[in-house]
């Protein structure tokens, strides 16, 4: 009997796991909310919290963890213990401080604000609820629903100035720093010019001159195309403050950084009247600018433009640009512009006509530039290459024509495309021009134009073509055009 008990071992049972976590959701942005810890368990389930800000309850294998709103910028955490008989498992949750995003306000680099009295909407993203005060009397801040609202009111210097609003959500507080520009103002007392474009050893270089009648500080002198003020769609003084306030502080401290900073940014500037020179300054018409400056790199809104002619202008070149042409009581505006160089122009403008009426290009029409007589020639022409829908006509097209009365009374246009309308002879002064009538044979003798003008043909219910044309439309003939400046 004692040697088959001391046979028989003992076989230990394995042990059985009696809680798993299957699944935890705790983490939570500072709003707080409802988390949950799903659990495998054999037996009873209990759950608690290690801090009293979060909160626990039981419902079958599933904890529902819930989180109160947290008001500062550090994140927090707290563990939850689950308890299953005498097995337990810790789960820990993570609740992140509270944020504010900001579009288009930082609390590093200050939002630049016009010099007038405009409103500034922000929007802005945070789970807590956000107020704003002013630091600067002259800042007016509101928050309205998901904007944050900067009225300033208008800067009565000639210089930028800073202040600062505070934003407060939740138990912080952040500074939002604000920069107004000035007003942007042009002066008469800084007068622009050319001044000559000479050969200085294997470069060209091109000198232009600010003679300053008047000290508004000092100022950095600076060219461009016409076309770039025209092409941003900005008035003058807009362009000044969006585009070459930058363009030309950026040179400044180029030159400031090249030279390591042994001069500062007004080292740089000009205040008396002074000649600066470009190189590689092709022939051709410019705007000069002084944009007016700060000893920091800051804007004055002083600043002055002129229209210069660098070099040479050719004779198919001095028609290029806008010209103003009595009609009808009023002063319309033609705009000449390069086709085929020194053959022809697009010209728009006619009677008033804005060139895209009715379809883009509708009313541009194509004249000749004649070498032997420097004349710009206006014929006959149709612009088929665009047309629109008129309500009762159709596809129509624009035509430019002209009338004429003939020796019987009778007055009369032609579709007769090439036909001379009337042609445009510049003034010695080169900024004047005057249109002569061209001259076709009708009732057997010359009958001369007399005007001007645009017709929309169509094609007509017989099949054949006809023109409509509008009142007030017609630009008469002899007349005289004006540079416009």
Known sequence: MAAIASCNKENPQPSVKKLTVVSSDLNFNSSGGSGTIVVEADGAVSASSEKPWATTSVSGNTITVNVGPWDKLESRSSKITVTCGNESADVVLLQRGTTLELDGLSIVDPVYLNGSSETYSFSFSSPSQLSAEAVNSWIGVQVSGDQIVITPETNPDKAVRRGSIRLTYGSVTVTIPIAQYPIFENTADWRLSFVEKKEEGEKVNTYFKNTVAADHGKYVLYYTTPGRLKNSGLSEPDFVRDVLVDETAAIVWEKVARDNRRYSFGSYLSSETSTVFYTGVDDGEYLVWAVGFDTLGEPTGWYSVASVQVGEVSPYEKWLGEWTVPCAGRTDVWTVEPNV?????????????????????????????????????????????????????????????????????????????????????????????????????????PATFHNIRWYGRYTNSSGGKSAVSWSNSETAIPNTLTRKE
């Open 341 to 445: 160089v020194d053959e022809s122009y697009k010209v728009w403008g006619f009677g008033g006509f804005d060139k895209d009426y009715g379809a883009a290009g509708a009313f541009v029409a194509i004249a000749s530039f004649d070498a032997e007589t420097q004349e710009m020639v206006f014929k006959v022409y149709e612009n088929t290459a665009v047309s629109w829908t008129d309500a009762s006509r159709g596809a129509m097209n624009a035509l430019l024509s002209g009338n004429y009365t003939n020796v019987a009374g009778s007055t009369y246009y032609t579709s007769s495309i090439g036909t001379v309308i009337c042609r445009a002879k510049l003034g010695d002064d080169g900024s004047t021009a005057t249109l002569t009538g061209g001259t076709v044979t009708s009732g057997g003798a």
